[in-house]
């Protein structure tokens, strides 16, 4: 059985559901890194909506 995943990159917004587990990193500045697990809501970076950009697999 193969597991598609999505390609390092992909991006997701505040609020919205993580496509992949792994680390991703706040397009912001400054920025931030966090673990997300696959499901799990995108949280806000310093209070403020951003876009989380996948820059690792879990």
Known sequence: ????RVPIGTTVRTGSKC???GVYEAQATPSGT?????GE???P???QAV???LISYA
Do not use: D, F, V
């Open 34 to 38: 966090i673990p997300l697990s696959k």
């Open 19 to 21: 496509p992949e587990s």
């Open 51 to 53: 876009t989380w950009k």
């Open 1 to 4: 059985m193969t597991t598609t």
């Open 41 to 43: 809501t995108a949280p």
């Open 45 to 47: 970076h310093r209070n």
